[in-house]
């Protein structure tokens, strides 16, 4: 009994301690800022992209039949392929997803930037911290030093 005690003790004090709550904390946080990031990208950066490409960046309907359910005469669409049971490529889908995470990583890339930037104006902006205040016995030494000189 006294082995349960010791283990829900320690991991207690595992779950307490303040570096536990900063990453739950921080993942909740990422959480957000990756929702920020995630629509940042598809409704802002992706309509702009669209624009200058003139058509549509999502590949996910690009795919490869490697092979078919004998029989099949249902639409050629990646879905109904899949569905009945058909062997495809769907590479279409990888580069789609990768073109998000090249365009993610820009944007992650520009804000860390930018709040790199930001904290360096901020932080040269800020007056010097003032000495610490000398110890009494530095003081006194120098009392001493000083009275020793006259």
Known sequence: ??????FLKEFQEFAVKGNMVDLAVG???G???G???????????MPFINFILQGDVDFSNKFMVLSRPEGYTGPETLSA????????LAYGNFL??????????????????????ARAKFESEQPP?????????VVLLREIRDALKK
């Open 1 to 6: 009994m006294s082995k349960a005690k010791g």
């Open 27 to 29: 993942v909740i946080i």
């Open 31 to 33: 959480a957000a800022f």
């Open 35 to 45: 929702k920020i990031i995630d629509s940042l990208v598809k409704d802002i950066m």
């Open 81 to 88: 392929l899949q569905e009945a049971g058909a062997t495809v």
């Open 96 to 117: 789609t997803i990768l073109i998000n995470f090249i365009l993610l990583a820009f944007v992650v890339f520009l804000l860390v930037k930018s709040i790199a930037k």
């Open 129 to 137: 911290a003032p000495p610490a205040p000398d110890s009494d016995e």
